[in-house]
């Protein structure tokens, strides 16, 4: 489990060195668009907020940066100081 986090934060930090924020996190347009009939007729999700708690539960910044804490706890250290981008 520890590895897969550690790919995945390694990835997530790649991304941000070259330039991923938290404006280009975003759903599908597919799941964006809202049904024309049916039970969810309507209805979107409630995007911004699934995006705040994700980024709390993963130990992201506003602005969807790992927090240096977080890739430390995970024997990422030198990589931390490489993949941490200071906003």
């Known amino acids: 489990m520890k590895l897969g986090k550690r790919v995945w934060y390694l990835k997530r ?3 941000n060195l070259f330039g ?3 404006d280009q996190d975003q759903l599908p347009r597919l799941l964006m668009t809202a049904m024309t009939s049916g039970p969810t007729e309507g209805s ?3 995007f911004k907020l699934m995006l705040k708690e994700f980024y709390e539960l993963r130990g992201f910044n506003p602005d969807g940066v790992p927090k240096r804490e977080v890739l430390q706890a995970l024997d990422l250290l030198l990589p931390a100081g490489m993949l ?3 906003v």
């Open 84 to 86: 941490y981008v200071r």
């Open 44 to 46: 979107l999700p409630a």
């Open 13 to 15: 930090g790649l991304a």
């Open 20 to 22: 991923a924020r938290a």
